[in-house]
């Protein structure tokens, strides 16, 4: 069974201040780790998807960063509307189909 | 711009009344949408899998007498909560996926069963 674990729950950070969110995952035959970020009453927005070990992907302020056995959201200086829950998704093996696995997600909240 | 459609956005109504969700792919065909179940602070709960034309499946727990899905075209496809109750009241969250796209996520409907 596919398993994601994130870390921290939650995390606040001083604007500027850079920091990193963790996934880690066990799956039979790992075939893509997503991220999303998801506002409060919203569907999650998708950011990344990482395919195999050493990819890394950025957009604006975010890397995201994948090994065989966790994936890292960096953050770099972030700005008070990076606020949101991260959540960290996996989809495995062929008998999987096209269904995710969600992590628990990390809430960041950056101030001002 | 959006890429999924999901409506209503919020839902209150009373206990025993069937409610319709709908959600529609708006950028590209989805020969895979996904209905999910969230409860407050926690992550995403896959409820079922629905291809186009075919009869959708349903993870371990999800009576499908009670949230019947119907995928009839490539764009849309609909929620039924029947005779909803209290406990059904939930954040539902539908997505699409399409070829090599990631899932894309609508914003979701706020059940409220008084």
């Known amino acids: 069974e596919d398993q994601v674990t994130q870390s921290p729950e939650a995390l606040r950070l001083q604007e500027g201040e850079s920091s990193s969110l963790n996934c880690s995952y066990t799956v039979s035959g790992l075939r893509g780790l997503f991220w999303y970020r998801q506002d409060p009453g919203k569907g999650p927005e998708f950011l990344f998807t990482l395919y195999s070990a050493g990819e890394e992907k950025e957009k604006e302020r975010l890397k995201a960063t994948l090994t065989k056995k966790e994936s890292f959201l960096h953050i770099t200086a972030p700005k008070p509307e990076d606020s949101a829950t991260y959540l960290c998704?996996?989809?495995?093996?062929?008998?999987?189909?096209?269904?995710?696995?969600f992590g628990e997600g990390t809430q960041l909240t950056v101030n001002p | 711009g959006a890429v999924v459609s999901q409506h209503p956005s919020r839902v209150i109504c009373k206990s025993g009344t069937s409610v319709k969700i709908e959600c529609r792919s708006l950028d590209f065909q989805a020969t895979t949408m996904f209905w999910y179940r969230q409860f407050p602070k926690q992550s995403l709960m896959l409820m079922a899998t629905?291809?186009?034309?075919?009869?959708?499946?349903?993870e371990q727990g999800v009576e499908k007498d009670k949230f019947l899905i119907n995928h009839a075209s490539l764009t849309l496809s609909t929620l039924t909560v029947t005779s909803a109750h209290p406990e059904d009241s939930s954040f539902y969250i539908c997505s699409v996926k399409g070829g090599n796209q990631p899932q894309h996520f609508g914003d979701g409907t706020r059940l409220s069963i008084l």
């Open positions: 629905s291809n186009e034309g075919s009869k959708a499946t349903y």
């Open positions: 998704a996996v989809q495995g093996g062929e008998t999987s189909g096209s269904r995710l696995t």
